[in-house]
């Protein structure tokens, strides 16, 4: 069966150090990767989108990866402040653009 | 600009009562999403809309969900009769398009059934 896993259980880091968020999945041949940011509360809000095709992004703090081989996606914030605390969702969107799949997410929590 | 505009942000009704959540998408998106969301986990699919046709429902309990975006703007989402299961966030998206777009949410509705 298709899946998308997230750690489930959360990311603790100290202040100023990098956050590394990992995505796998399996069965699935995605046309693109995205990463949202969640706070409680509040609906999903867009972070990085990247294709197949693409090794890398970055935007500031943020960078993704996205390894078609090892079927998984990193994402990581370096500096990261406690502001950053929050779930991080991946989503996958197939060839089609027809299915738009989520992961269940990983908390991250940046301790001052 | 405002952002996805969903209503109400909570609502509360016994089992066997129907309820409706409304949805006004960013201007000028053609695409609208319905996705439920479980405590803990990442939101599911319910229903996509392009303009007014609904192209993908293949995940709505259509039992006693129902769904529709008037004019291609504007979109409700129905339950009739609610079950103590459909307790949720119902989180309404809307994108330029299906392409490779991003997609900009509302901040949900939290159903309650009791």
């Known amino acids: 069966s298709q899946k998308i896993e997230q750690n489930s259980e959360a990311l603790n880091i100290q202040e100023g150090k990098t956050a590394t968020l990992t995505c796998n999945y399996t069965?699935?041949?995605?046309?693109?990767l995205q990463w949202y940011r969640q706070d409680p509360g509040r609906g999903p809000v867009f972070l990085l989108l990247i294709r197949e095709n693409e090794k890398e992004k970055r935007k500031e703090r943020l960078k993704v990866t996205f390894d078609t081989t090892l079927k998984q996606s990193l994402f990581h914030i370096t500096a990261s402040q406690p502001a950053d605390s929050a779930t991080y969702l991946c989503?996958?969107?197939?060839?089609?653009?027809?299915?738009?799949?989520f992961g269940s997410g990983t908390k991250l929590n940046v301790k001052p | 600009e405002a952002g996805v505009v969903q209503s109400p942000r909570y609502k509360i009704i016994e089992k066997k009562q129907p309820v409706a959540f409304w949805c006004n998408p960013i201007?000028?998106?053609?695409?609208l999403y319905w996705y439920r969301q479980n405590l803990g986990q990442g939101p599911e699919l319910l229903i996509r809309y392009e303009n007014e046709e609904a192209v993908d429902d293949s995940q709505l309990p259509k039992d006693r969900f129902s769904a529709e975006r008037l004019k291609g703007v504007d979109s409700t989402l129905k339950i009739q009769p609610a079950e103590l299961g459909d307790s949720a966030v119902y989180l309404c998206?809307?994108?330029?398009?299906?392409?490779?777009?991003?997609?900009?949410f509302g901040q949900g509705t939290r159903l309650t059934v009791v």
């Open positions: 998206a809307s994108s330029l398009d299906t392409g490779n777009t991003e997609a900009f």
């Open positions: 069965n699935y041949s995605p046309a693109y």
């Open positions: 989503a996958l969107t197939l060839y089609n653009f027809n299915k738009f799949y």
């Open positions: 201007s000028g998106h053609n695409t």
